[in-house]
């Protein structure tokens, strides 16, 4: 059974970081490159950070570059993204997923004084 849990998000003030966690089960997490998206209230999907399966390229949306980093354990089949300088627009949901295939859960990030 596949699994993707994700963890870490929370309140936090603006200029403030979060480490958002996903843990994987289920397939072999080392071969598949993988992604985060997120959801703004009332707004459709927004893709974030991608990391291919060897950890060796990373790629970042526009609005976060510079501020977010995407890596990965895949000796523990987690991905990871540190979130810093946060400001109230990076507020949402945010997905992990094997693209195309799995979603986890998702996890809250609220960036509010």
């Known amino acids: 059974q596949v699994q993707l849990v994700e963890s870490g998000g929370g309140l936090v003030q603006p200029g403030g970081s979060l480490r958002l966690s996903c843990a994987v089960s289920?397939?072999?997490?080392?071969?598949?490159?993988m992604t985060w998206v997120r959801q703004a209230p009332g707004k459709g999907l927004e893709w974030v950070s991608d990391i291919r399966s060897d950890g060796g390229s990373t790629y970042y949306s526009d609005s976060v570059k510079g501020r977010f980093t995407i890596s990965r354990d895949n000796t523990n089949d987690t991905v990871y993204l540190q979130m810093n300088s946060l400001k109230p627009e990076d507020t949402g949901v945010y997905y992990c997923a094997r693209p195309g295939s799995y979603w986890g859960q998702g996890t809250q990030v609220t960036v509010s004084s």
């Open positions: 289920g397939f072999t997490f080392s071969s598949y490159g």
